[in-house]
């Protein structure tokens, strides 16, 4: 029998349920292997058939984890951000991903900043990656690239920060929605 959605979701909801921190990150980053191990999985969430989009496939109510399915159409490079208070697993099911991780330079204590690259490796079918709580990253991924997300918390209920490098300023992304904290 394959490693389902419903298998995953239940998986992370025990692991969370015991501790929210980097080590229960780590399991939650081993259960998504598992997960992408399952080609009627990918299929039906990442097929290429599938419309692109955000697909939100389960928020769980009591841990506030939410998995995501992404279907990307276009090549794209976000900057770089942070997710606030939540950290973030990806897994790719399609295509790849280029992960970068920074680390401020500057002080920290104003809008202005300086950001150096600490870290980079893609993630091909298969591979997965994570951001600790606060990890300032960036993504860049091919066309027609598919991949799940698995973030403690509904990001849209937290404010972000990005880091605008045109400009060198930091952005606040104010939350759209009622804080789960």
Known sequence: MSYTLQDFCADIHEILKKEN???????VRQQMEILLANETFIQQFCGPDKKAGVYKLNEDPTTGAVVLAHVMEDAHVSPPHNHGKSWAVYGQAAGQTVMREYQRTD??????FELEKIKEYTLSKGDVGMFDVGAI??????PKARFVRVTGVDLDTIDRQAFDLKRGVVKTIQSEGVSVD
Request: aromatic fraction near 6%.
């Open 137 to 142: 990253h960036s993504i860049d991924y091919t």
């Open 21 to 27: 921190n980097t080590s229960s990150l780590e399991k």
């Open 107 to 112: 002080d920290g204590k104003n809008d202005e």
